[in-house]
């Protein structure tokens, strides 16, 4: 089955700078990948996706690569807010196969 | 308008007892799932039914029984609850054909005493 790693577990910025969490995959038929951001307290919401015909995808502060030959994704937060604080996660899912496989999770914290 | 509600958000009980969580999705989706979220936030899936079909059962004691009396409900029901059961279980539910996002519930923290 699939497998997904993520690092790092823990990431700290100062506000301001950029954050990049990186994850990798296993099962080279997996084809969509999103990111959920969850706050304490809350279900994971998702922030941004990729499928795997795009090599990027930009939404305002965030953007998300992919690259299919290396079977690695990852997360770019630009100009972090305090707000951007969070557990973020990865994940990957393979062909019509309802399953999502999480990666471990990253704290990040903001601060001032 | 909550897009997937579960109950209830918290659940204490002891150990040898009988719970059941619930969730409800008012997306028409026609996939829903639970996830088992650890004290190391690791998520994991459970189970995933799609139109009252189970289609994912991964490893998990058969003490779990979930149940779907239709595709907008996907209730979870244990059995015999033990002290590693304490965790959050979240409720998802999510489109199966395109390759559609996952909507989570808001969890339900289960602290088996």
């Known amino acids: 089955g699939e497998n997904v790693e993520q690092h790092p577990s823990t990431l700290s910025v100062q506000e301001g700078d950029s954050a990049v969490i990186k994850c990798t995959y296993s099962?080279?038929?997996?084809?969509?990948f999103p990111w959920y951001k969850q706050e304490l307290g809350k279900g994971p919401q998702l922030i941004i996706d990729?499928?795997?015909?795009?090599g990027e995808k930009k939404d305002q502060r965030i953007a998300v690569t992919l690259n299919k030959t290396a079977k690695h994704f990852s997360l770019h937060i630009t100009e972090t807010q305090p707000e951007d604080s969070a557990v973020y996660f990865c994940?990957?899912?393979?062909?019509?196969?309802?399953?999502?496989?999480f990666g471990t999770g990253t704290r990040l914290q903001v601060t001032l | 308008d909550t897009a997937v509600s579960q109950t209830p958000k918290y659940l204490v009980t002891q150990m040898g007892n009988d719970k059941s969580i619930k969730c409800e999705q008012n997306l028409g989706h026609d996939t829903m799932y639970w996830y088992k979220q650890d004290s190391k936030k690791f998520l994991k899936i459970m189970f995933s039914y799609n139109n009252k079909e189970l289609i994912i059962n991964e490893t998990v004691p058969n003490r779990f029984s979930p149940k779907s009396p239709d595709k907008a409900h996907l209730n979870l029901h244990i059995n015999s609850l033990e002290l590693g059961d304490s965790a959050v279980y979240f409720c998802a539910s999510s489109q199966m054909t395109g390759n559609t996002e996952a909507f989570f519930g808001q969890g339900t923290r289960l602290t088996v005493v």
């Open positions: 994940a990957a899912r393979t062909g019509t196969a309802s399953k999502l496989t």
């Open positions: 099962d080279s038929a997996s084809n969509y």
């Open positions: 990729i499928r795997s015909n795009v």
